[in-house]
């Protein structure tokens, strides 16, 4: 099993900054792909962005492209978040699979952490 952590939420005003972590622990080796999906009330849940264990291949949402930055150092995942807009509030997650293809739809994902809540102010 892979537990996941994830930390660096908060309440920001519209045009700011968040830097979101998810810290990988259990089985750990097992991880190839890593993504972040959010949830905002009586939405599904989507795609924010994707990265792979080799090669760095990395995938964005078209919402979020030129203003969010995935990247990761081992087994921790990180999401820079710049020029926050109101439409981004959501409760942000990390999931990660034993696979290192990029995916972008939440069922290709094997393991998730319960989530940080984001909250953008206008």
């Known amino acids: 099993q892979v537990q996941l952590a994830e930390s660096g939420g908060g309440l920001v005003q519209a045009g700011g900054s968040l830097r979101l972590s998810c810290a990988a622990s259990g089985r750990a080796f097992s991880i190839l792909a890593m993504a972040w999906f959010r949830q905002a009330p009586g939405k599904e849940r989507e795609f924010v962005a994707a990265?792979?264990?080799?090669?760095?291949i990395t995938s964005y949402a078209d919402s979020v492209k030129g203003r969010v930055t995935i990247s990761r150092d081992k087994n921790t995942l990180f999401l820079q978040m710049n020029i926050l807009k109101p439409e981004d509030t959501a409760v942000y997650y990390c999931a990660t699979r034993t696979s290192n293809t990029v995916e972008t739809s939440p069922s290709m994902y094997d393991f998730w952490g319960q989530g940080t809540q984001v909250t953008v102010s206008s």
């Open positions: 990265m792979s264990r080799f090669a760095g």
